[in-house]
Protein backbone atom coordinates (compact mmCIF):
# COMPACT_ATOMS: atom_id res chain seq x y z
CA UNK A 1 0.00 0.00 0.00
CA UNK A 2 1.14 3.46 -0.75
CA UNK A 3 1.24 6.01 1.80
CA UNK A 4 -1.31 8.10 1.66
CA UNK A 5 -2.26 11.50 3.42
CA UNK A 6 -4.27 11.50 6.72
CA UNK A 7 -6.81 13.32 6.26
CA UNK A 8 -7.58 10.49 3.20
CA UNK A 9 -6.87 8.42 5.45
CA UNK A 10 -9.61 9.21 7.80
CA UNK A 11 -11.84 10.35 5.56
CA UNK A 12 -11.95 7.04 3.79
CA UNK A 13 -12.15 4.57 7.28
CA UNK A 14 -13.92 6.66 9.71
CA UNK A 15 -16.28 8.92 7.90
CA UNK A 16 -13.91 11.59 8.39
CA UNK A 17 -12.57 12.87 11.78
CA UNK A 18 -15.48 14.98 12.58
CA UNK A 19 -17.90 12.01 12.62
CA UNK A 20 -16.44 10.31 16.27
CA UNK A 21 -17.56 13.76 17.76
CA UNK A 22 -21.02 13.41 16.32
CA UNK A 23 -21.43 9.44 16.48
CA UNK A 24 -20.85 7.75 20.33
CA UNK A 25 -21.12 4.42 18.23
CA UNK A 26 -17.95 4.85 16.21
CA UNK A 27 -15.59 3.60 17.25
CA UNK A 28 -11.76 2.46 17.49
CA UNK A 29 -12.59 -0.79 16.23
CA UNK A 30 -14.11 1.07 13.01
CA UNK A 31 -10.44 2.66 12.62
CA UNK A 32 -7.95 0.32 13.51
CA UNK A 33 -8.04 -2.63 10.95
CA UNK A 34 -6.14 -5.64 13.48
CA UNK A 35 -2.75 -7.10 12.35
CA UNK A 36 -1.60 -9.32 14.33
CA UNK A 37 1.54 -10.42 12.36
CA UNK A 38 2.29 -6.66 13.56
CA UNK A 39 3.58 -4.37 10.59
CA UNK A 40 0.94 -2.41 11.08
CA UNK A 41 2.56 0.97 9.42
CA UNK A 42 3.53 -1.23 6.93
CA UNK A 43 0.41 -2.43 6.15
CA UNK A 44 -1.64 0.48 6.78
CA UNK A 45 0.69 3.18 5.49
CA UNK A 46 3.34 2.16 3.27
CA UNK A 47 5.67 2.36 5.92
CA UNK A 48 8.56 0.01 4.78
CA UNK A 49 12.85 -0.14 5.78
CA UNK A 50 13.32 1.62 2.40
CA UNK A 51 11.47 4.53 3.15
CA UNK A 52 12.59 4.87 7.00
CA UNK A 53 16.25 4.46 5.44
CA UNK A 54 15.42 7.34 2.93
CA UNK A 55 13.64 9.35 5.80
CA UNK A 56 16.43 8.84 8.61
CA UNK A 57 19.08 9.60 5.65
CA UNK A 58 17.36 13.34 4.95
CA UNK A 59 17.25 13.86 8.69
CA UNK A 60 21.02 13.44 8.75
CA UNK A 61 22.23 14.90 5.87
CA UNK A 62 23.93 17.93 7.17
CA UNK A 63 25.36 15.79 10.20
CA UNK A 64 24.41 14.33 13.82
CA UNK A 65 24.90 12.22 16.38
CA UNK A 66 21.74 10.18 15.47
CA UNK A 67 18.50 10.42 14.46
CA UNK A 68 14.70 8.79 15.26
CA UNK A 69 11.36 8.42 13.44
CA UNK A 70 8.21 7.97 15.96
CA UNK A 71 4.71 7.26 13.89
CA UNK A 72 2.15 6.98 15.63
CA UNK A 73 -1.85 6.53 15.35
CA UNK A 74 -4.23 6.81 18.57
CA UNK A 75 -7.74 6.53 18.73
CA UNK A 76 -9.42 7.91 22.02
CA UNK A 77 -12.80 8.47 23.43
CA UNK A 78 -14.89 9.55 26.53
CA UNK A 79 -18.60 8.57 27.15
CA UNK A 80 -19.69 10.38 30.61
CA UNK A 81 -22.97 10.60 32.55
CA UNK A 82 -24.70 12.96 35.37
CA UNK A 83 -27.07 11.94 37.16
CA UNK A 84 -28.33 8.97 35.11
CA UNK A 85 -28.13 10.84 31.76
CA UNK A 86 -25.12 10.81 28.35
CA UNK A 87 -24.06 14.74 28.86
CA UNK A 88 -20.43 14.09 27.07
CA UNK A 89 -19.59 11.88 24.63
CA UNK A 90 -16.70 13.19 22.41
CA UNK A 91 -13.26 11.33 20.53
CA UNK A 92 -10.18 12.09 19.30
CA UNK A 93 -7.81 10.85 16.12
CA UNK A 94 -3.98 11.64 16.14
CA UNK A 95 -2.14 10.42 13.39
CA UNK A 96 1.54 11.43 12.36
CA UNK A 97 5.07 11.03 12.22
CA UNK A 98 7.61 13.30 14.42
CA UNK A 99 11.13 13.20 13.46
CA UNK A 100 14.62 14.15 15.25
CA UNK A 101 18.13 15.09 14.43
CA UNK A 102 19.99 15.07 17.49
CA UNK A 103 23.70 16.28 18.16
CA UNK A 104 25.00 16.57 21.33
CA UNK A 105 22.23 18.43 23.68
CA UNK A 106 20.93 19.87 20.41
CA UNK A 107 17.71 18.82 18.93
CA UNK A 108 15.64 19.52 15.49
CA UNK A 109 12.59 18.19 15.13
CA UNK A 110 10.08 17.95 12.44
CA UNK A 111 6.69 16.46 11.98
CA UNK A 112 3.82 16.00 10.25
CA UNK A 113 0.35 14.64 9.80
CA UNK A 114 0.53 13.41 6.61
CA UNK A 115 2.06 10.15 5.93
CA UNK A 116 3.58 11.05 2.39
CA UNK A 117 6.93 10.36 1.49
CA UNK A 118 6.95 14.04 0.23
CA UNK A 119 5.47 15.48 4.12
CA UNK A 120 7.68 13.52 5.73
CA UNK A 121 10.74 14.08 3.80
CA UNK A 122 10.48 17.81 4.30
CA UNK A 123 9.71 16.87 8.36
CA UNK A 124 13.24 15.63 8.01
CA UNK A 125 14.37 18.29 6.09
CA UNK A 126 13.57 20.42 8.94
CA UNK A 127 15.28 18.27 11.47
CA UNK A 128 18.48 18.43 9.55
CA UNK A 129 18.71 22.11 9.80
CA UNK A 130 20.13 21.84 13.57
CA UNK A 131 23.71 20.66 11.89
CA UNK A 132 25.46 22.10 8.89
CA UNK A 133 27.93 19.12 8.50
CA UNK A 134 28.54 16.58 6.83
CA UNK A 135 26.12 13.73 6.04
CA UNK A 136 25.86 11.24 9.12
CA UNK A 137 25.51 7.28 7.82
CA UNK A 138 22.85 5.13 8.65
CA UNK A 139 22.87 1.74 9.59
CA UNK A 140 21.87 -0.85 6.39
CA UNK A 141 19.35 -2.48 8.78
CA UNK A 142 16.96 -2.69 11.13
CA UNK A 143 16.22 -5.34 13.94
CA UNK A 144 13.39 -5.25 16.62
CA UNK A 145 14.02 -5.47 19.83
CA UNK A 146 13.19 -7.94 22.57
CA UNK A 147 10.91 -6.65 25.24
CA UNK A 148 8.09 -7.61 28.02
CA UNK A 149 4.79 -7.29 27.55
CA UNK A 150 3.69 -5.49 30.08
CA UNK A 151 -0.18 -4.78 29.26
CA UNK A 152 -1.23 -7.73 27.12
CA UNK A 153 -4.40 -7.66 24.89
CA UNK A 154 -5.16 -9.72 22.26
CA UNK A 155 -3.82 -9.07 18.88
CA UNK A 156 -7.03 -7.48 17.54
CA UNK A 157 -8.05 -5.07 20.59
CA UNK A 158 -9.49 -2.25 19.15
CA UNK A 159 -10.77 -0.45 22.10
CA UNK A 160 -13.99 -0.47 24.40
CA UNK A 161 -17.27 0.75 22.32
CA UNK A 162 -19.57 2.80 24.01
CA UNK A 163 -22.55 0.55 23.74
CA UNK A 164 -20.19 -1.39 26.94
CA UNK A 165 -19.28 1.57 28.57
CA UNK A 166 -22.63 3.00 28.97
CA UNK A 167 -24.29 0.32 31.41
CA UNK A 168 -20.88 0.92 33.95
CA UNK A 169 -21.67 4.42 33.84
CA UNK A 170 -25.51 3.76 35.08
CA UNK A 171 -24.35 0.88 37.43
CA UNK A 172 -21.36 3.46 39.27
CA UNK A 173 -24.70 6.37 39.25
CA UNK A 174 -26.96 3.86 40.68
CA UNK A 175 -24.65 2.60 43.32
CA UNK A 176 -23.60 6.33 44.71
CA UNK A 177 -27.08 7.40 45.08
CA UNK A 178 -27.72 3.77 46.62
CA UNK A 179 -25.33 3.74 49.23
CA UNK A 180 -26.29 7.15 51.05
CA UNK A 181 -29.11 8.94 51.36
CA UNK A 182 -27.30 12.09 51.42
CA UNK A 183 -25.63 11.73 47.73
CA UNK A 184 -27.18 14.63 45.99
CA UNK A 185 -25.17 14.71 42.55
CA UNK A 186 -23.18 12.01 41.08
CA UNK A 187 -21.48 12.03 37.68
CA UNK A 188 -19.53 9.09 36.13
CA UNK A 189 -17.05 8.70 33.02
CA UNK A 190 -15.11 6.17 31.26
CA UNK A 191 -12.52 7.47 28.91
CA UNK A 192 -10.30 4.87 27.02
CA UNK A 193 -7.41 5.21 23.89
CA UNK A 194 -5.79 2.57 21.42
CA UNK A 195 -2.22 4.10 20.57
CA UNK A 196 -0.40 2.16 18.17
CA UNK A 197 3.54 3.24 17.63
CA UNK A 198 6.62 2.36 15.84
CA UNK A 199 10.05 3.65 16.69
CA UNK A 200 12.69 3.54 13.77
CA UNK A 201 16.46 4.80 14.99
CA UNK A 202 19.42 5.15 12.80
CA UNK A 203 21.50 2.71 15.01
CA UNK A 204 19.11 -0.03 13.63
CA UNK A 205 16.17 -0.54 16.41
CA UNK A 206 12.24 -0.98 14.82
CA UNK A 207 10.40 -1.51 17.42
CA UNK A 208 6.44 -1.57 17.09
CA UNK A 209 3.81 -1.21 20.10
CA UNK A 210 -0.11 -1.45 20.66
CA UNK A 211 -0.93 0.45 24.08
CA UNK A 212 -4.20 0.26 25.47
CA UNK A 213 -5.02 3.36 28.52
CA UNK A 214 -8.00 4.25 30.31
CA UNK A 215 -10.05 5.01 33.60
CA UNK A 216 -13.56 4.80 35.18
CA UNK A 217 -14.56 7.38 37.59
CA UNK A 218 -17.09 8.44 40.05
CA UNK A 219 -17.66 11.92 41.55
CA UNK A 220 -19.78 12.36 43.83
CA UNK A 221 -21.68 15.42 45.51
CA UNK A 222 -23.05 15.00 49.46
CA UNK A 223 -24.77 17.03 51.43
CA UNK A 224 -25.87 17.59 55.34
CA UNK A 225 -27.39 20.16 56.85
CA UNK A 226 -27.14 22.18 54.41
CA UNK A 227 -23.24 21.39 53.94
CA UNK A 228 -21.67 19.86 50.58
CA UNK A 229 -18.57 18.35 50.68
CA UNK A 230 -17.21 16.45 47.48
CA UNK A 231 -15.06 13.57 46.19
CA UNK A 232 -13.41 11.59 43.56
CA UNK A 233 -12.06 8.22 42.82
CA UNK A 234 -10.87 6.39 39.45
CA UNK A 235 -9.06 2.78 38.31
CA UNK A 236 -7.66 1.84 35.48
CA UNK A 237 -4.51 1.49 33.77
CA UNK A 238 -3.06 -0.09 30.36
CA UNK A 239 -6.07 -2.79 30.56
CA UNK A 240 -8.75 -3.94 28.00
CA UNK A 241 -12.16 -3.97 28.94
CA UNK A 242 -12.39 -7.41 30.96
CA UNK A 243 -11.01 -5.40 34.11
CA UNK A 244 -13.66 -3.35 34.23
CA UNK A 245 -16.14 -5.65 36.60
CA UNK A 246 -18.99 -5.31 39.24
CA UNK A 247 -16.21 -5.50 41.96
CA UNK A 248 -14.41 -2.45 40.53
CA UNK A 249 -18.01 -0.52 39.60
CA UNK A 250 -18.43 -1.33 43.83
CA UNK A 251 -14.52 -0.18 44.46
CA UNK A 252 -15.12 3.33 42.70
CA UNK A 253 -18.51 3.97 44.35
CA UNK A 254 -17.76 3.13 47.69
CA UNK A 255 -14.61 4.62 48.00
CA UNK A 256 -16.02 8.15 46.22
CA UNK A 257 -19.06 8.20 48.64
CA UNK A 258 -17.06 7.33 51.21
CA UNK A 259 -14.65 9.85 51.37
CA UNK A 260 -17.12 12.75 50.78
CA UNK A 261 -19.40 11.60 53.73
CA UNK A 262 -16.14 11.57 56.01
CA UNK A 263 -15.62 15.14 55.25
CA UNK A 264 -18.65 16.52 57.35
CA UNK A 265 -17.00 15.24 60.67
CA UNK A 266 -13.44 16.52 59.54
CA UNK A 267 -11.62 18.96 61.46
CA UNK A 268 -8.62 21.10 60.92
CA UNK A 269 -5.69 20.20 62.75
CA UNK A 270 -3.06 22.61 64.51
CA UNK A 271 -0.73 24.83 62.01
CA UNK A 272 3.08 24.10 62.55
CA UNK A 273 6.01 21.73 62.61
CA UNK A 274 4.97 18.09 63.37
CA UNK A 275 5.37 14.61 61.94
CA UNK A 276 3.70 13.68 59.00
CA UNK A 277 2.69 9.59 58.04
CA UNK A 278 2.50 8.94 54.66
CA UNK A 279 -0.55 6.34 53.64
CA UNK A 280 0.32 3.37 51.52
CA UNK A 281 -0.55 3.97 47.71
CA UNK A 282 -1.80 7.33 46.50
CA UNK A 283 0.34 9.42 48.52
CA UNK A 284 3.35 8.56 46.68
CA UNK A 285 2.49 11.02 43.99
CA UNK A 286 4.71 12.96 46.41
CA UNK A 287 7.31 10.62 45.98
CA UNK A 288 6.94 10.89 42.28
CA UNK A 289 6.51 15.22 42.91
CA UNK A 290 8.78 16.10 45.16
CA UNK A 291 11.37 13.33 44.89
CA UNK A 292 11.21 12.07 41.37
CA UNK A 293 11.52 14.89 39.07
CA UNK A 294 14.77 15.81 40.43
CA UNK A 295 16.48 12.56 39.56
CA UNK A 296 15.60 13.05 35.90
CA UNK A 297 18.55 13.36 33.69
CA UNK A 298 18.37 16.60 32.06
CA UNK A 299 17.64 18.32 35.07
CA UNK A 300 20.51 16.77 36.47
CA UNK A 301 23.00 17.49 33.65
CA UNK A 302 21.98 21.24 34.03
CA UNK A 303 22.61 21.12 37.33
CA UNK A 304 19.34 22.70 38.12
CA UNK A 305 18.04 19.79 40.28
CA UNK A 306 19.67 19.52 44.21
CA UNK A 307 20.67 15.85 43.08
CA UNK A 308 23.06 17.11 40.18
CA UNK A 309 25.91 16.19 42.23
CA UNK A 310 24.76 13.86 44.49
CA UNK A 311 25.26 10.43 42.73
CA UNK A 312 27.06 7.84 44.90
CA UNK A 313 26.13 9.79 48.05
CA UNK A 314 23.64 9.18 50.33
CA UNK A 315 20.58 10.90 50.19
CA UNK A 316 18.05 8.94 52.73
CA UNK A 317 18.49 6.19 55.24
CA UNK A 318 19.86 2.68 54.41
CA UNK A 319 16.52 1.20 54.72
CA UNK A 320 15.29 3.21 51.61
CA UNK A 321 15.22 2.23 48.17
CA UNK A 322 13.34 3.96 45.38
CA UNK A 323 12.79 2.44 41.88
CA UNK A 324 11.35 3.97 38.61
CA UNK A 325 9.93 0.84 37.21
CA UNK A 326 8.32 0.04 33.16
CA UNK A 327 7.47 -3.21 34.14
CA UNK A 328 4.56 -2.95 36.60
CA UNK A 329 1.52 -5.25 34.74
CA UNK A 330 -1.59 -2.79 33.75
CA UNK A 331 -0.27 0.06 35.50
CA UNK A 332 -0.62 3.54 33.56
CA UNK A 333 3.22 4.31 33.30
CA UNK A 334 4.38 0.81 32.43
CA UNK A 335 5.79 0.69 28.60
CA UNK A 336 7.08 -1.98 26.72
CA UNK A 337 9.61 0.63 24.73
CA UNK A 338 10.17 3.91 25.50
CA UNK A 339 9.62 6.73 22.44
CA UNK A 340 12.83 6.25 21.54
CA UNK A 341 12.69 1.96 20.88
CA UNK A 342 14.58 1.19 24.61
CA UNK A 343 12.53 -1.59 26.34
CA UNK A 344 11.08 -0.54 29.36
CA UNK A 345 13.56 -1.82 32.42
CA UNK A 346 13.60 -1.48 36.31
CA UNK A 347 15.47 1.64 37.20
CA UNK A 348 17.05 1.77 40.91
CA UNK A 349 17.29 5.36 42.16
CA UNK A 350 18.01 5.31 45.25
CA UNK A 351 19.45 1.92 47.08
CA UNK A 352 19.85 1.21 50.80
CA UNK A 353 19.78 4.98 50.92
CA UNK A 354 22.95 6.06 48.62
CA UNK A 355 21.75 7.52 44.96
CA UNK A 356 22.78 5.36 42.76
CA UNK A 357 21.42 6.32 39.17
CA UNK A 358 19.31 9.00 37.10
CA UNK A 359 16.29 8.24 34.53
CA UNK A 360 18.17 8.85 31.52
CA UNK A 361 16.81 9.09 27.80
CA UNK A 362 19.20 8.65 24.65
CA UNK A 363 20.69 12.12 25.25
CA UNK A 364 21.23 12.11 29.21
CA UNK A 365 22.64 9.02 28.44
CA UNK A 366 25.46 9.87 25.93
CA UNK A 367 26.05 12.40 28.76
CA UNK A 368 26.67 10.45 31.73
CA UNK A 369 28.43 7.51 29.87
CA UNK A 370 26.12 4.93 30.86
CA UNK A 371 22.68 2.64 29.02
CA UNK A 372 19.27 4.50 28.74
CA UNK A 373 16.93 3.60 31.00
CA UNK A 374 13.67 3.02 28.90
CA UNK A 375 12.84 6.87 30.01
CA UNK A 376 12.79 8.85 26.91
CA UNK A 377 8.94 9.77 26.68
CA UNK A 378 6.57 12.15 24.74
CA UNK A 379 3.22 13.43 24.73
CA UNK A 380 2.59 12.66 20.95
CA UNK A 381 4.57 12.76 17.46
CA UNK A 382 4.48 16.34 18.02
CA UNK A 383 7.24 16.73 20.82
CA UNK A 384 10.22 15.17 21.19
CA UNK A 385 11.19 12.68 24.01
CA UNK A 386 12.78 13.31 27.08
CA UNK A 387 13.36 11.77 30.17
CA UNK A 388 10.25 11.17 32.06
CA UNK A 389 9.32 8.67 34.85
CA UNK A 390 7.01 5.28 34.68
CA UNK A 391 5.67 4.13 37.80
CA UNK A 392 7.97 5.72 40.52
CA UNK A 393 7.56 3.63 44.12
CA UNK A 394 9.63 3.35 47.52
CA UNK A 395 10.02 -0.71 48.66
CA UNK A 396 8.40 -1.51 52.09
CA UNK A 397 10.40 -2.09 54.95
CA UNK A 398 9.79 -4.83 58.20
CA UNK A 399 7.97 -2.04 60.68
CA UNK A 400 4.04 -2.30 60.90
CA UNK A 401 1.62 0.18 59.61
CA UNK A 402 0.78 0.72 63.54
CA UNK A 403 4.05 0.49 64.46
CA UNK A 404 5.07 3.77 61.94
CA UNK A 405 2.00 5.18 63.10
CA UNK A 406 2.79 5.15 66.95
CA UNK A 407 6.61 6.10 66.39
CA UNK A 408 4.59 9.93 65.18
CA UNK A 409 3.23 9.95 68.28
CA UNK A 410 1.58 13.41 67.72
CA UNK A 411 0.93 14.55 64.39
CA UNK A 412 -1.03 13.75 60.81
CA UNK A 413 -1.91 11.29 58.94
CA UNK A 414 -2.27 11.63 54.76
CA UNK A 415 -4.33 9.32 52.74
CA UNK A 416 -4.77 11.38 49.50
CA UNK A 417 -3.28 14.33 48.19
CA UNK A 418 -4.06 16.49 45.12
CA UNK A 419 -3.28 19.98 43.82
CA UNK A 420 0.57 20.01 44.25
CA UNK A 421 3.27 22.48 43.79
CA UNK A 422 6.84 21.71 43.03
CA UNK A 423 9.97 23.89 42.26
CA UNK A 424 11.97 21.22 40.40
CA UNK A 425 15.29 22.95 41.17
CA UNK A 426 15.04 23.63 44.70
CA UNK A 427 12.54 20.79 45.50
CA UNK A 428 10.01 22.79 47.24
CA UNK A 429 6.74 21.44 47.28
CA UNK A 430 3.20 22.17 48.75
CA UNK A 431 0.68 19.65 48.49
CA UNK A 432 -3.32 19.66 49.69
CA UNK A 433 -4.51 16.78 51.77
CA UNK A 434 -7.65 16.01 50.91
CA UNK A 435 -8.06 12.71 53.19
CA UNK A 436 -6.47 12.15 56.59
CA UNK A 437 -6.51 12.02 60.05
CA UNK A 438 -4.90 13.42 62.93
CA UNK A 439 -2.51 11.04 64.55
CA UNK A 440 -3.26 11.72 68.70
CA UNK A 441 -0.89 9.71 71.28
CA UNK A 442 0.00 6.99 68.74
CA UNK A 443 -3.31 6.43 67.21
CA UNK A 444 -5.08 7.93 64.66
CA UNK A 445 -8.30 10.05 65.67
CA UNK A 446 -10.47 12.71 63.98
CA UNK A 447 -10.63 12.92 60.58
CA UNK A 448 -8.76 16.24 58.61
CA UNK A 449 -9.25 18.51 56.02
CA UNK A 450 -8.39 21.60 54.45
CA UNK A 451 -4.86 21.36 55.75
CA UNK A 452 -1.38 21.83 53.28
CA UNK A 453 2.03 19.76 53.81
CA UNK A 454 5.03 22.17 52.84
CA UNK A 455 8.39 21.04 52.82
CA UNK A 456 11.31 20.25 50.56
CA UNK A 457 11.96 17.04 48.32
CA UNK A 458 14.98 16.17 49.50
CA UNK A 459 14.92 16.87 53.15
CA UNK A 460 11.29 14.99 53.77
CA UNK A 461 13.16 12.00 51.61
CA UNK A 462 16.45 12.44 54.31
CA UNK A 463 13.65 13.31 57.12
CA UNK A 464 11.82 9.43 56.31
CA UNK A 465 12.44 7.66 60.09
CA UNK A 466 10.55 4.58 59.19
CA UNK A 467 9.14 2.49 57.00
CA UNK A 468 6.55 0.18 56.67
CA UNK A 469 5.55 -3.09 54.89
CA UNK A 470 2.35 -2.34 53.11
CA UNK A 471 3.58 -1.08 49.90
CA UNK A 472 0.82 -0.70 47.57
CA UNK A 473 0.65 0.71 44.21
CA UNK A 474 -1.79 3.78 42.55
CA UNK A 475 -4.12 1.68 40.64
CA UNK A 476 -5.85 4.83 38.62
CA UNK A 477 -5.65 5.56 35.06
CA UNK A 478 -6.52 9.35 35.00
CA UNK A 479 -3.06 10.75 36.78
CA UNK A 480 -0.49 12.57 33.98
CA UNK A 481 3.07 13.89 34.75
CA UNK A 482 3.70 17.26 33.02
CA UNK A 483 6.84 18.44 32.11
CA UNK A 484 7.78 20.84 29.72
CA UNK A 485 4.42 21.31 28.28
CA UNK A 486 3.85 17.96 27.74
CA UNK A 487 1.66 15.28 29.66
CA UNK A 488 2.05 11.16 29.86
CA UNK A 489 0.14 9.11 31.68
CA UNK A 490 2.35 7.74 35.25
CA UNK A 491 1.61 5.70 38.37
CA UNK A 492 3.20 5.76 41.79
CA UNK A 493 3.26 3.93 45.10
CA UNK A 494 4.16 4.08 48.80
CA UNK A 495 4.11 2.32 51.73
CA UNK A 496 3.27 3.87 54.93
CA UNK A 497 6.00 6.20 56.17
CA UNK A 498 6.70 8.37 58.78
CA UNK A 499 8.12 11.51 57.98
CA UNK A 500 10.26 13.56 60.74
CA UNK A 501 8.77 16.66 60.56
CA UNK A 502 6.61 18.94 57.65
CA UNK A 503 4.81 21.99 58.11
CA UNK A 504 1.55 21.83 58.11
CA UNK A 505 -0.84 24.65 57.25
CA UNK A 506 -4.41 24.26 59.80
CA UNK A 507 -5.78 26.11 62.33
CA UNK A 508 -3.78 27.61 65.53
CA UNK A 509 -5.64 25.41 67.73
CA UNK A 510 -6.86 21.76 66.72
CA UNK A 511 -10.76 21.64 65.90
CA UNK A 512 -10.39 24.57 63.88
CA UNK A 513 -13.49 24.54 61.44
CA UNK A 514 -13.33 25.40 57.82
Known amino acids: MKPIPRRKFIRGTAMAGGALLLLPELEASMLLDPDPSGNYFLKEFGIDETLCHKLLAKALSRGGDFADLFFEFTVSNYLGLEDGKVNQSYGDISLGVGIRTVKGDQIGYGFTQELTEESMLSAAATASTLCDMNATPVIGSFTAPKTGNYYPVAPDFNGIPAKSKLPLLQAINQKCFALSPEIVKVNAGFSNAVKRVMV ?19 SVVAERNGKREQSFWNLGGRRDFSFYSDDVINQVSTKAVNSALKLFDAIQPPAGEVPVVLGPGVTGILLHEAIGHGM ?24 ITIIDDATNMNLAGSINIDDEGTPGKKTMMVENGILTSYIHDKISAKHYGVEPTGNGRRQDFQNYPMPRMR ?16 QAGNGIYVEDVSNGQVKIGEGDFAFYVSQGRLIENGRLTSPIKDVNIMGNGPKMLANITAVANDLEMYFGGAGQCGKNGQGVPVSFGLPTCLVKSLTVGGTQQKGGQS
Open 200 to 218: VTSDGVMAEDLVPSGFIYA
Open 391 to 406: NTYMLGGSSTPEDVIK
Open 296 to 319: EADFNRKNISTYSTMLGKKVAEPF
